[in-house]
Nanobody, 126 residues
Framework: QVQLVESGGGLVQAGGSLKVSCAASGSIFSNYAMGWFRQAPGKEHEFVVAISGSGGSTSYADFVKGRFTISRDNAKNTVDLQMNSLKPEDTAVYYC???????????????????WGQGTQVTVSS
């Protein structure tokens, strides 16, 4: 069992930066690949980025490449999402998720993940 708690959301102006974090507890963190999804009002969950358990592999959605960076600290059981050059369309609830398996092609799929956090709101004003 893994518990995930996101933090760091908030309001930022377009072009600004924000970092959201996810703290994990309950199991060996490095055994889990981690992903970030987001859900904007009225829209489906959308894959953002994922990172393998070791941190050696990552997968980014095209729309965040060059703007967002995922990192993890297995000693602290945390995974961070640094978001730069934010746009109003990045406004969403951001969720972290944990998967016991890493498969680059599957990390974009919600069903691949075993545990989910409650989400943190990110709002980008124009």
């Amino acid at each position: 069992q893994v518990q995930l708690v996101e933090s760091g959301g908030g309001l930022v102006q377009a072009g600004g930066s924000l970092k959201v974090s996810c703290a994990a507890s309950g199991s060996i963190f490095s055994n889990y690949a981690m992903g970030w999804f987001r859900q904007a009002p009225g829209k489906e969950h959308e894959f953002v980025v994922a990172i393998s358990g070791s941190g050696g592999s990552t997968s980014y959605a095209d729309f965040v490449k060059g703007r967002f960076t995922i990192s993890r600290d297995n000693a602290k059981n945390t995974v961070d999402l640094q978001m730069n050059s934010l746009k109003p369309e990045d406004t969403a609830v951001y969720y972290c998720a944990a998967s016991s398996r890493w498969s680059r092609g599957m990390m974009t799929t919600r069903r691949w993940y075993d545990y989910w956090g409650q989400g943190t709101q990110v709002t980008v004003s124009s």
